[in-house]
């Protein structure tokens, strides 16, 4: 059963930056044969895609509110994500979640929630 942990939110002032990471683990196959992304939610609402990545990394995706600030990576041989988010703006308050996917995907299917089978317990990223 894929276990996948968030880790590094937090509270931080508008305009200033955060990275969050997400660790895979208990996986069936090589992390490097996942595509993964990161998604947030506000409450009551709808998850959203934030940004998304192929499995080998050559391919990544982004919502359009994030064009230009979040920069999405992974480290194949440590099985982590990671989503750098800089000029943060308190409208990014939200939970953020850590996402995975077996094989291969178009890279227009990265932000569909959809597309994703495995989910962390998510981390809380506040903007004030």
């Known amino acids: 059963h894929v276990q996948l942990v968030e880790s590094g939110g937090g509270s931080v002032q508008a305009g200033r930056s955060l990275r969050i990471s997400c660790t895979a683990s208990?996986?069936?196959?090589?992390?490097?044969?996942?595509?993964m992304g990161w998604f947030r939610q506000y409450p009551g609402q709808e998850r959203e895609g934030v940004a998304g990545?192929?499995?080998?990394?050559?391919?990544?995706d982004y919502a359009t509110f994030v064009k230009g600030r979040f920069t999405i990576s992974r480290n194949n041989a440590r099985n982590t994500l990671t989503l750098q988010m800089d000029s943060l703006k308190p409208e990014d308050t939200a939970m953020y979640y850590c996402?995975?996917?077996?094989?291969?995907?178009?890279?227009?299917?990265?932000?569909?929630?959809?597309?994703?089978?495995?989910w962390g317990q998510g981390t809380q990223v506040t903007v004030s």
């Open positions: 996402a995975a996917g077996p094989g291969y995907i178009a890279p227009r299917l990265l932000l569909s929630s959809s597309s994703y089978a495995y």
């Open positions: 208990s996986l069936t196959y090589s992390y490097s044969t996942y595509f």
């Open positions: 990545v192929t499995a080998s990394g050559d391919a990544t």
